[in-house]
């Protein structure tokens, strides 16, 4: 089903400066997955050497971060908006 | 001299140089500084340290900054109390109290600003910047035109009265956002990009400015005589303050001037309004959920803790727990620290105070452990808190026959 993936500024050098992909997907870490075939290098900057979701990238479908609904298993219906959000940079103190 | 090696991905390990960098631009984790231990150890001795200045910065060597002469107001070397009375009311037969409301602007937030701004000195920055829930903004204001730099606060706009007057009062450019931390702090980062000759103590230093609260570590461990506790009780908001008093009583270990900090456990403490690191560990998940923040304790009122997982690794690695209290709670337990020990904390002590009880009482600090908790800020800031909570007992004309009949003799005072 297509989806569409926003891509933060510090990663569109992989995506030559474009923000918004549209992709085929059912699932968010499938959308991910794609992402990095047709871009290559994204895995790598997206995923741990376990395959799990790096700790300061969020990923948000619609507006909810995917770690509180079911992580990269979460299912993405028709028209979905995924983000991809590198944590606030530095944070708060 | 420098005993730095550079800074260090916390979660991909690249190397980065020793510059205003923050984040990783492969993975976007946090930098943390890293040490040459045996150039450390090699300058370093429990005598050298001895004979250093009552200051942190006795522990000059162990901080991130080479021989640049520190930017300092004499932050730290508070006293660390033996709290016989308070232990006694919460059934604790060794409790201590850091008492960091004796630094120079009140809070423990001396310690870390004072090595952000001797670090941005020395890269060469003539503007310090940050965000703060209050009491950064009281010490960067007050470094700053201690250090001659020029200062740029952002703040919550319903910040208290004190901490206001104490930014606004050196000088420096203050800047109420309507908003409350979380939407300052996403503020200041976006300046950081955009003004990037300025040093934001909690974006583009942060790394180096998180290095200061190691020093709550070192002066515990030397107050005790060279001796490692068995429990610390922490205030979080951001969770660095926690991160890096684990951080430095392993590095005492490391460079040989305690035996070892194997047992340490270190406990959290958070208000119910602003509890999402309390949460993560009762529902014992790695992922901290950002909360909208809704308490008197707006010190800690971060919803988003850019440092909440470390923090959380660290309690739970330690085997310590964390604990969350009411309003009503922190009040209470502002006046009970005043009326035991003598000391007024601020909102942020009451947290910490609060959680120190629950934590007795359900049994996760055990009766007999050297217990130590840090006060982190003055009661003067937060006065509001208490209003309606602390009157005087009665108010009378000046005549002995009123204070007579106010206070009579059979008043418990005079048996
Ligand atoms: C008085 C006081 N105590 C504790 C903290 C918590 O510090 P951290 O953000 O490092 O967790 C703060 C932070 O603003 C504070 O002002
Ligand atoms: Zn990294």
Redesign the pocket.
């Known amino acids: 089903m297509p989806i569409i993936v926003r891509v933060p500024t510090q990663l569109r050098q992989l995506t030559a400066g474009v923000g918004e992909i549209t992709l085929e997907a059912q699932t968010v870490g499938e959308a991910l997955t794609a992402l990095d075939v047709q871009y290559p290098g994204f895995g790598e900057r997206l995923f741990d050497d376990a395959g799990a979701l790096r700790r300061f990238v969020n990923v948000f479908l619609a507006d909810e971060d995917v770690r509180f609904l079911e992580g990269l298993a979460t299912p993405t219906p028709e028209n979905s908006v995924i983000s991809i959000v590198p944590a606030v940079a530095g944070g708060s103190? | 001299m420098s005993s730095v090696l550079g800074l260090r991905c916390r979660e991909c390990d690249r190397q980065f140089p020793a510059e205003a960098l923050h984040v990783c631009d492969f993975c976007f984790g946090p930098l943390e500084v890293s040490y040459d231990y045996d150039a450390i150890a090699a300058v370093t001795s429990r005598a050298s340290i001895e004979a250093g200045p009552r200051t942190m910065w006795r522990y000059h060597s162990l901080l991130p900054v080479g021989n640049e002469t520190p930017v300092s107001l004499g932050a730290g070397f508070t006293p660390l109390v033996r709290a016989e009375r308070l232990g006694a009311e919460l059934g604790l037969k060794d409790l201590w109290l850091k008492d960091d409301t004796a630094n120079p602007t009140g809070?423990?937030?001396d310690r870390v600003v004072s090595v952000a701004l001797t670090k941005a000195r020395q890269l060469g920055f003539k503007v310090a910047a940050c965000a703060s829930?209050?009491?950064?903004a009281n010490s960067v204001a007050a470094h700053a035109a201690r250090a001659g730099m020029a200062s740029v606060v952002l703040i919550p706009s319903n910040l208290e009265k004190a901490k206001v007057m104490m930014t606004t009062v050196y000088g420096g450019q203050v800047i109420a956002v309507d908003g409350n931390y979380d939407d300052v702090n996403r503020l200041c980062a976006e300046l950081t990009s955009e003004r990037p000759s300025w040093a934001f103590v909690n974006v583009n230093v942060r790394s180096y400015y998180a290095e200061g609260?190691k020093t709550l570590a070192f002066e515990i461990a030397e107050q005790l005589g060279w001796q490692v506790p068995d429990h610390v009780v922490v205030?979080?908001?951001?969770?660095?303050?926690?991160t890096k008093i684990a951080k430095g009583f392993s590095e005492l270990a490391t460079v040989g001037l305690v035996d070892g900090d194997g047992s340490l456990r270190i406990s959290g403490a958070q208000a119910q309004g602003c509890s999402p690191v309390a949460t993560a560990f009762n529902k014992n998940i790695d992922a901290i959920a950002p909360v909208k923040p809704d308490t008197i304790a707006k010190?800690?009122a971060?919803g988003n803790p850019a440092d909440g997982y470390y923090a959380l690794a660290a309690i739970k690695n330690s085997g310590g727990g964390c604990g969350s209290v009411t309003d009503g709670e922190i009040i209470d337990a502002i006046k009970l620290l005043a009326r035991t020990e003598g000391i007024f904390a601020?909102t942020?002590g009451g947290v910490t105070v609060a959680t120190l009880a629950q934590l007795a009482q359900r049994g996760v600090i055990d009766l007999n452990e050297k217990t130590v908790a840090i006060i982190?800020?003055h009661g003067l800031k937060t006065v509001e808190a208490l209003t309606g909570h602390v009157d005087p007992n009665h108010t009378i004309p000046a005549t002995l026959d009123a204070f007579d009949a106010a206070v009579g003799f059979d008043d418990p005072l005079f048996n």
């Open positions: 103190i | 809070s423990f937030k829930t209050g009491n950064l609260s205030p979080i908001a951001s969770g660095s303050q926690l010190s800690l971060i601020e942020a982190s800020g």
